[in-house]
């Protein structure tokens, strides 16, 4: 039986290419197979930066005797869950409904029809710690299959059934008002880890969404609390290491409360939303490290991800080889005293070794530390410790370098194009704001058609033949929108808007509520539809942000009566669950805000005193506040429509509420207009 994943553009698919597994992806093909030969799917899901993915594929995907035993008795479908993500929440769903948890690899046998009947996520070669081994697991399902066929088909009913009635409490239609968004401060402060930053125990993932949230409600407010949280918890990851001391970005998640051991895996969507948010808390505080972090974060995404098309690659992966042939979680990023001193001496190896925390012990695995900062800086000597950090670095580049995942997500490279053009404008680095500007052109130019609906994927300059979802449609509109206050390019903006109206016609019901696919998207068993946010925005919160952004940009009354209305599940979740709602209630920080419009325009775009205007306002900490630059008389934006000079001089003018001010040249008076 051929495998026929050869031809997929996923590189998570193929690495499962040369199996012995007889892998389809998935198609209406596979599930024909399936009916045809009477057999059961195993739908496997997972994605190419995950290690427990690996070690499954090596223990029993790779292995024949197992292979040869699914080949027999299943039709193996393999799914990459970020191309799909579609598939893998539905199915997710199931998972955790039936077992209380999730994860990945996730692990499900179907009936021909696509429902579910058997759920689980990694299993291993022979039995251990309470687990069946794989092939156990096989066997099990092949006899109830084949033995208690009516059983099994109840239970797919049901399961099916129930998933399908499966109604979100929207709660209302309207938005969260001042009591909610006190409410879900006052519960993350409840969960917040005063000692360690951050919220809630091990392992801790950086909360940037919430980060986002607390820097807004400050800007609105006034309340410290939320910036010291926020600020602390910056802080204190920037010093862990889940920060890469060397070469900056951030890893996905660590393993304990101390942000010490990470997950080594690097994935773009953290490191655009951290990008950001450090960009927003040195725009709040000035801080230094803030600055430091956004800088180096913006330029991991460049250096690391860019692809040669201009996009932004999917992540980097936790595993590399060790130098013995052995691929090894974190093999890339570890060091011992010992070869701190191989690489600087013995004198500078004690150094490192006192500044980055590197000990005999070890703080990861072997003896081995990944480098951190400790939380109470000394004093060192700042030449020296660059000239460590470089000739570390170039030593660490001879290591095997860990694998990169090369797909370009809509989705993720939107939120990449948002943090990079901000960054730019806030540093005086126009090349960020060109590498912005070149992924979003290859998302128009690739995923774009002519119908102005969006591709989730592409890989090498090829596009994927998925559509996209929510998400992409609501995270791209939400990078061209950054990049229309940035430039001052009006077709951003239009852009932008032929998303939205996508999303308006093809996600949102009747209700108000937005679904993760469009109405004429691939029928799944579920329509998936999920408004928490957890690893990035979630499609409706997402949509909720730009929808209003685009509507203070351009006045558009039905965009948003649509943000107004997505919102009322932020008033339901905000006050509960504010750790997963957090871009939704930064979101409502900036519809309680207004959110403020400002227009500055000049007698050219090149105009000194204008360009220091424009700066100023994109510097504003007002909570979502939109701005448009441009020639006085210009059409290119929507709010510089009727916006003269003054008295011949650059001009800013904002308004809010459908009330402005009068306009200003001055940067002061400006500024003052743009903070609380």
């Given at each position: 039986m051929p495998n026929r994943l050869a031809h997929e553009t996923s590189p998570y698919l193929l690495q499962h290419a040369d199996n012995p597994v007889a892998w389809w992806p998935w198609s209406a093909e596979a599930f024909e197979e399936a009916r045809r030969t009477n057999r059961p799917v195993l739908l496997s899901v997972g994605y190419s930066s995950c290690h427990w993915c690996h070690v499954m594929a090596h223990e029993s995907f790779e292995d024949q005797p197992t292979a040869d035993y699914l080949n027999e008795h299943f039709v193996s479908v393999k799914v990459d869950?970020?191309?799909?993500?579609?598939?893998?929440?539905?199915?997710?769903?199931?998972?955790?409904?039936?077992?209380?948890?999730?994860?990945?690899?996730?692990?499900?046998?179907?009936?021909?029809?696509?429902?579910?009947?058997?759920?689980g996520t990694y299993f291993p070669p022979a039995p251990r710690h309470g687990m069946p081994s794989f092939r156990q697991v096989l066997e099990g399902v092949r006899s109830a299959w084949t033995d208690r066929r009516d059983e099994v088909a109840e239970v797919a009913g049901k399961i099916t059934r129930d998933l399908s009635q499966r109604e979100i409490d929207y709660g209302s239609t309207e938005a969260p008002g001042e009591e909610e968004l006190s409410g879900a401060l006052l519960g993350l402060t409840r969960?917040?880890?005063?000692?360690?930053?951050?919220?809630?125990?091990?392992?801790?993932?950086?909360?940037?969404?919430?980060?986002?949230?607390?820097?807004?409600?400050?800007?609105?407010?006034?309340?410290?609390?939320?910036?010291?949280?926020?600020?602390?918890?910056?802080?204190?990851?920037a010093r862990g290491g889940i920060y890469d001391q060397l070469a900056g970005?951030?890893?996905?998640?660590?393993?304990?409360?101390?942000?010490?051991?990470?997950?080594?895996?690097?994935?773009?969507?953290?490191?655009?939303?951290?990008?950001?948010?450090?960009?927003?808390?040195?725009?709040?505080?000035?801080?230094d490290l803030a600055r430091r972090v956004a800088v180096e974060t913006a330029d991991f995404l460049v250096r690391e991800l860019r692809t040669t098309e201009g996009g932004f690659a999917s992540a980097l992966d936790a595993d590399s080889d060790d130098g013995t042939g052995k691929h090894v979680e974190g093999a890339y990023y570890v060091w011992t005293p010992a070869q701190l001193t191989e690489v600087l001496g013995e004198e500078d190896g004690g150094l490192a070794a006192q500044y980055f925390g590197v000990t005999e012990d070890g703080t990861f695995e072997e003896g081995q530390s990944v480098l951190q900062l400790s939380q109470d800086e000394g004093v060192f000597d700042a030449d020296r410790i660059a000239s460590i950090k470089s000739r570390l670095l170039d030593a660490r580049s001879q290591r095997p370098a860990p694998g990169r995942d090369d797909k370009v997500v809509a989705a993720w490279n939107g939120l990449a194009i948002a943090a990079l053009a901000e960054t730019g404008a806030y540093f005086d680095r126009p090349d960020l704001v060109e590498a912005a500007v070149s992924a979003a052109d290859l998302l128009v130019r690739l995923h774009l058609d002519e119908h102005a609906k969006l591709a989730r994927t592409s890989k090498d300059g090829q596009v994927g033949a998925n559509a996209g979802v929510l998400e992409d449609y609501a995270d791209v509109a939400e990078?061209?929108?950054?990049?229309?206050?940035?430039?001052?390019?009006?077709?951003?903006?239009?852009?932008?808007?032929?998303?939205?109206?996508?999303?308006?016609?093809?996600?949102?019901?009747?209700?108000?509520?937005?679904?993760d696919t469009a109405a004429?998207?691939?029928?799944?068993?579920?329509?998936?539809?999920?408004?928490?946010?957890?690893?990035?925005?979630?499609?409706?919160t997402a949509a909720a942000g730009a929808l209003l952004s685009y509507a203070a940009q351009t006045g558009a009354e039905p965009h948003r009566t649509a943000a107004e209305r997505a919102l009322g599940v932020v008033k339901a979740l905000g006050p509960r669950v504010p750790r997963f709602i957090g871009w939704g209630l930064a979101v409502a920080e900036a519809y309680l805000d207004g959110p403020r419009e400002v227009a500055v325009v000049g007698p050219s775009l090149d105009d000194e005193a204008a360009r220091a205007l424009h700066r100023t306002a994109l510097l504003g900490t007002a909570p979502g506040a939109v701005v448009a630059f441009g020639v006085a008389g210009s059409d290119e934006l929507p709010l510089l429509a009727d916006r003269p000079l003054v008295d011949g001089e650059p001009a800013a003018y904002v308004c809010r509420n459908f009330t402005c001010d009068a306009p200003t040249t001055d940067q002061e008076r400006l500024r003052a207009a743009l903070s609380r």
């Open positions: 869950r970020e191309e799909r993500p579609d598939v893998d929440a539905v199915y997710m769903e199931a998972v955790q409904a039936a077992t209380g948890q999730g994860g990945w690899p996730m692990t499900v046998f179907l009936t021909p029809d696509a429902e579910p009947f058997y759920f969960e917040y880890d005063p000692q360690r930053g951050g919220f809630g125990g091990a392992p801790k993932f950086p909360p940037s969404m919430a980060l986002e949230f607390l820097l807004r409600h400050h800007a609105r407010t006034g309340a410290e609390g939320a910036l010291e949280m926020a600020r602390d918890t910056c802080e204190r990851m970005g951030f890893a996905r998640y660590s393993v304990d409360r101390e942000w010490t051991v990470p997950h080594f895996e690097k994935m773009l969507y953290d490191n655009a939303l951290l990008c950001r948010v450090y960009a927003h808390l040195w725009r709040s505080t000035g801080s990078g061209f929108l950054a990049l229309a206050s940035v430039t001052g390019e009006g077709v951003w903006l239009e852009f932008a808007g032929f998303l939205l109206d996508h999303v308006l016609t093809g996600f949102v019901d009747e209700s108000g509520a937005l679904y004429d998207a691939e029928q799944l068993i579920r329509r998936p539809q999920d408004p928490t946010d957890n690893a990035t925005p979630s499609g409706w």
